[in-house]
């Protein structure tokens, strides 16, 4: 049973930083991709990497925010600075992968609450 579980969200100032972190817990067979969503209201995507180390970034996060990865620890990070009022959301790590069979696998966090307020 593989679970995502997320810590690092809460209530920050514009302008300051948070880190999220999502643990996987479980086994998975091969990561192909690791990202971060956020909703508010839509869902949109913010970070993710690629198993190859690849980043890409929303182009409104695009030099304040950066996606990383503990691989021996599974884990994926989302530094995120310089924190606006917009940036307000639940945030939701996703991992995609495959099976040793090839089959497509997907998994989600619970989310994790970002408020940007002062």
């Known amino acids: 049973q593989v679970q995502l579980v997320e810590s690092g969200g809460g209530l920050v100032q514009p302008g300051g930083s948070l880190r999220l972190s999502c643990a996987i817990s479980?086994?998975?067979?091969?990561?192909?991709?690791m990202a971060w969503y956020r909703q508010a209201p839509q869902r949109e995507l913010v970070a993710a990497i690629s198993s190859g180390g690849a980043t890409n970034y929303a182009d409104s996060v695009k030099g304040r925010f950066t996606i990383s990865r503990d691989i021996a620890k599974s884990t994926v990070f989302l530094q995120m600075n310089s924190l606006k009022p917009e940036d307000t959301a639940a945030y939701y790590c996703?991992?995609?992968?495959?099976?040793?069979?090839?089959?497509?696998?997907?998994?989600w966090g619970q989310g994790a609450q970002v408020t940007v307020s002062s």
């Open positions: 996703n991992v995609a992968g495959t099976t040793a069979w090839g089959a497509p696998v997907e998994y």
């Open positions: 479980g086994s998975i067979f091969s990561i192909n991709l």
